[in-house]
């Protein structure tokens, strides 16, 4: 009745919203109520109140900078603004009380940005005796890996003189529910049963149930924290590094760090200890500055990293024994680092050579991209085998070209067709070496163009296509569909491309044609760079032209090559 009389009397003076002058709580009436036992965990999520609410809190930081949260303490009229502290602490939109104590008492006020205008919460926190507990179970739970056990709400052994409901669970904020994929999970009886545990199954676990008492509905919260353990590890400690006795290489004077990482088996509440010791005939037993780092494991235990530095390393650190000492509850374990001067080395002549090499190597790198293409007709002339050699082909390369019209012999075609008649003849032929099969030149007239076309191309080794616009929207293209299909067929065919003119794709292009024009080799003829014999362009021609090894051709490459050396070197 005391407890009626003081949340009427908190509701009615509205006190507290006057003196801080909330906007939207002034009329507001408590919307929630909650009952917990003092000394224990406790936690208040600012969010309205829904019977089918799947979650209890989140910690989610973004919420956490959305709310704010008020109280009014028991018994008092002053409202405070509850900002960052340890006990309660604000984490996402809840508030953790760590434990809940006596005074935690009153009236707490929430808001939150376009959501929660205005939220009261009124909170009572009881002892064990004054919510006629008994038998009130621990609030944290050890339960072993592997086995089954189960996790009982400690609130349900109080307030056993008023009816209630049944016990929710939460887990780590969210309701816990039967699932298809954990059937070992079960509530029965307003408990959790795990048969068997796994170690996911650790976490705080929060219960709830209802209780009216006069005419007031409240939430009995009470939290459980659960641990899951492992049986009690049958093994000394693991010295992973070093392995009994190992000889380390120091140098005098300099700073070293002396690591030791030991193995523990799962052990709760034991003493694990791990320390270095250095022993020598001057001081024995003398211990080290050193700290250690821990690796949790899990179940498995956990890994100590234990480190001694020692500031400079004298001549009594030679002669000494650095023992690693490792112990639990079962046994111990040592291991041992003895030091050893360490070889001096030439590091000036070491960086030098190093240098030296790398110097060489870009050096050689540079000199390979700007030559490469030489070297490779060189290496082609003399070591490779001669592929024109009874292959039962008349031509090296076939040229296939855009015939130009007479009232056309001021155009760009010109060239075009000069460059097929007279430049490409000229050089591939006269200082090469090569044999081309120019079809207004080579074929007598006569016979079908069609068949005189793919008869030729059967009877080269490359096809030369250069390429225009005239050349992909007139008649020729015929020519590179022809030579497409006759490579399929023939191996010993290849096809060189020479963009001779930047031309656009038409649309009526035949598919085959399309996919030539995407995947094969083309060298762009540029027509200020590109007609010297000894320019790039030929060289990349060249590369693309059939192995013939003929003097005119090692001649050529070989005093091109030995030129453009000479010139490199006296530059």
């Not at 340890?86 to 809840?94: E, S, V």
């Not at 008649?475 to 060189?496: G, M, R, T, W, Y």
């Not at 050529?556 to 010139?567: E, V």
Request: charged share 25%; aromatic share 12%; with cysteine.
């Amino acid at each position: 009745m005391l407890t009626f009389c003081w949340i009427l009397a908190l509701f009615v003076t509205g006190a507290e919203v006057r003196e801080i002058n909330l906007p939207g709580c002034f009329h507001a009436k408590p919307q929630l109520w909650y009952r917990t036992i003092s000394d224990k965990e406790f936690v208040l999520r600012c969010a309205l109140p829904a019977e089918d609410a799947t979650n209890i809190y989140k910690n989610s930081p973004v919420k956490q900078h959305e709310v704010k949260w008020f109280w009014r303490q028991k018994d008092k009229e002053h409202l405070e603004a509850i900002r960052e502290s340890t006990n309660p602490a604000l984490q996402g939109d809840a508030l953790w009380f760590k434990p809940a104590r006596d005074n935690a008492s009153g009236i707490y006020i929430c808001m939150i940005r376009e959501k929660i205008p205005c939220l009261k919460i009124v909170l009572e926190v009881q002892t064990k005796k004054e919510a006629k507990c008994s038998g009130y179970d621990t609030n944290t739970l050890y339960l072993l890996a592997g086995n089954g056990n189960s996790i009982s709400c400690p609130g349900t052994k109080c307030y056993s003189h008023i009816r209630k409901t049944d016990v929710k669970w939460y887990k780590d904020g969210h309701q816990v529910k039967h699932r298809e994929n954990r059937k070992s999970l079960k509530l029965k009886h307003n408990e959790i049963y795990l048969n068997p545990t796994y170690d996911e199954d650790a976490g705080i676990y929060v219960c709830d149930y209802t209780l009216f008492d006069n005419t007031t509905k409240w939430t009995m919260r009470t939290a459980v924290t659960v641990e899951v353990i492992a049986r009690n590890t049958i093994h000394p400690p693991n010295i992973l590094y070093p392995s009994g006795v190992v000889f380390l290489e120091a140098e005098l004077g300099k700073p070293l760090k002396l690591e030791c990482p030991v193995q523990f088996g799962f052990e709760r509440g034991s003493i694990r200890s791990v320390t270095w010791k250095r022993s020598n005939k001057e001081n024995i037993d003398e211990k080290l500055n050193q700290k250690t780092s821990v690796y949790p494991k899990g179940l498995k235990g956990l890994i100590l990293l234990h480190v001694a530095k020692l500031e400079e390393v004298s001549e009594m650190d030679f002669r000494s024994n650095f023992t690693c000492f490792a112990q639990n509850s079962v046994g111990n374990a040592t291991a041992v680092i003895q030091l050893k001067r360490k070889r001096r080395v030439f590091l000036l002549y070491i960086l030098c050579s190093a240098i030296s090499i790398l110097f060489a190597f870009l050096s050689c790198t540079v000199f390979i991209y700007q030559h490469w293409i030489e070297i490779m007709l060189m290496y082609r002339s003399y070591l490779v085998h001669n592929e024109t050699t009874g292959d039962g082909k008349e031509f090296d390369a076939f040229v296939s070209y855009a015939k130009s019209d007479s009232s056309e012999s001021d155009s760009a075609f010109i060239s075009e067709e000069k460059f097929a008649l007279e430049l490409l003849p000229d050089v591939l032929e006269n200082k090469y070496g090569y044999k081309l099969c120019i079809l207004d030149r080579d074929i007598l007239p006569g016979g079908a163009y069609t068949d005189e076309v793919v008869t030729a191309i059967r009877q080269s080794r490359r096809i030369i296509i250069i390429l225009s616009p005239a050349y992909v929207s007139g008649p020729s293209i015929f020519e590179l569909q022809a030579a497409v299909n006759c490579a399929l067929e023939d191996e010993k065919i290849k096809l060189v491309l020479i963009k001779f003119q930047a031309f656009q794709e038409p649309e009526t292009l035949p598919p085959v044609v399309k996919k030539a024009l995407r995947i094969l080799p083309a060298i762009t003829w540029k027509p200020s760079a590109s007609a010297a014999p000894n320019k790039k362009f030929w060289k990349y021609l060249c590369y693309h032209m059939p192995v013939n090894t003929t003097n005119v051709l090692r001649e050529c490459s070989l005093k091109g090559f030995f030129q453009r050396l000479f010139s490199l070197v006296h530059r």
